[in-house]
């Protein structure tokens, strides 16, 4: 193969989403170990505006490249490719995205740069099988669409049973207590006040010594997709109120990267009942799960993945188009027969760390995209792409609603394959 001359593309500032600022600092590390790839220039970007926008196209055409890689969520890549597409050479130049869980809010600027993007070959790499599956419903060559995890940086996730231990110790658990834990987001979407009482009335009804740990900011985004807003301090009110005399729940505060590499060494199982819009990935409990930590996750978006590369994963069933609910939620159900599942079959002396989304692997893939993208032109968005940018553009701040509060037709037509209808249970 021959040496690609690239140039890397990210924003200046950090991102808000500290997942985010861990999956862009990886990607930028593993494409700095690709010997294919010669880093001619890192471009990076500050508050764009149309003029700032022009103005980086224009510099982008002066470089020595023939390959763009674009690693971060923001700026939309469509508007930078647009400038640089008019001031762009003839020589070929190819492209790499990593698409985020933001694509769809970005349908109307992807849309006016069709006919720009139609002069590269392009390879959108999707986070998760769900996520590669919305976006063959938006573009018309799903040759350039590939799916794999966002990789991780296998030297900070290593299980320590020293570690283990000492956390433990700090914590005040006994030997004898089963610890789940869940990091990330605390908000509706992510389903934690789901979690905090279904866990509770669980350990109750069996009788059972469970403890689930919880870590994270919280945040009152609500359902936008559904005009559905929150104001400040109400999801943290909300479960707060939702603890009341329960005793097996310990909220942990916002934790450091060190501070949940403990945590995660501490825990016996990592749980998450999330039915997120964009929860198509999932970097909490990709992190997790290279301690050697099992796995339950919902059978939403990316979650059903991670079956792919960790052996002991357990999905949880989740509504989807429900007539009696507003939006995709777990069963209980379900979750009782993972959760009971997983204590029949505990042992805490067997942990296997995992190494199935570390840099080396995951160089492998970025090594077939990169040879797939002489099949990857792009020819365009479809009518589905046309019909969610145009709702998007007529009522952003409700783009999925339909009747009586609920979602639209369209919403669910796009998100079909958010929910995966073959798993064990």
Not at 77 to 97: G, L
Not at 146 to 170: A, G, I, Q, V, W
Not at 380 to 392: H, L, N, Y
């Amino acid at each position: 193969m021959r040496i690609r001359k690239a140039t890397i593309i990210r924003q200046l500032d950090k991102s808000s989403w500290t997942s985010c600022q861990t999956i862009t600092q990886n990607l930028f590390d593993l494409y700095h170990s690709i010997p294919e790839i010669e880093i001619q220039k890192v471009l990076e970007i500050e508050s764009p505006t149309p003029f700032s926008t022009f103005e980086k196209g224009f510099e982008l055409s002066t470089h020595e490249t023939d390959l763009l890689i674009f690693i971060d969520h923001f700026p939309c890549p469509a508007s930078i490719i647009k400038s640089f597409s008019e001031q762009a050479s003839s020589r070929p130049i190819d492209i790499i995205i990593h698409i985020f869980g933001d694509f769809t809010l970005q349908a109307a600027e992807w849309l006016s740069a069709e006919e720009e993007l139609k002069n590269f070959n392009i390879k959108f790499i999707c986070a998760s099988d769900a996520q590669a599956s919305l976006l063959g419903k938006l573009i018309q060559n799903e040759k350039s669409i590939d799916s794999f995890f966002f990789p991780l940086n296998e030297y900070t996730h290593k299980f320590s049973s020293e570690t283990r231990n000492k956390k433990r110790h700090d914590l005040n658990l006994s030997n004898d207590d089963i610890v789940f834990v869940y990091t990330g987001r605390l908000s509706m979407q992510k389903n934690v006040v789901e979690l905090s009482t279904m866990f509770n009335e669980i350990n109750k009804l069996f009788n059972l010594n469970l403890k689930l740990l919880i870590a994270g900011p919280f945040d009152d985004l609500g359902i936008p997709y559904i005009g559905q807003y929150s104001h400040e301090g109400a999801y943290a009110t909300r479960w707060l109120k939702s603890l009341e005399n329960i005793s097996c729940v310990k909220y942990l505060g916002i934790l450091d990267s060190q501070e949940l590499h403990e945590l995660y060494c501490a825990s016996d199982c990592f749980i998450s009942l999330s039915t997120h819009n964009d929860e198509d990935f999932g970097m909490s409990p990709c992190e997790a799960a290279a301690t050697g930590l099992p796995l339950i996750l919902t059978n939403w978006g990316g979650y059903y993945s991670f079956s792919k590369y960790f052996e002991n994963v357990s999905l949880v069933e989740t509504s989807f188009n429900d007539p009696n609910s507003t939006r995709p939620l777990p069963l209980k159900k379900s979750l009782i027969k993972n959760i009971l599942h997983f204590i029949e079959n505990y042992n805490p002396s067997v942990r296997k760390p995992s190494q199935s989304c570390s840099l080396s692997i995951m160089k492998e893939n970025i090594q077939g995209s990169l040879e797939g993208l002489e099949y990857s032109k792009f020819q365009g968005f479809t009518e589905m792409m046309i019909k969610v940018a145009a709702r998007f553009s007529a009522t952003e701040n409700s783009p999925f609603s339909g009747v009586r509060g609920n979602y639209s037709d369209l919403y669910f037509d796009l998100y079909s394959s958010y929910v995966k209808k073959d798993h064990n249970v």
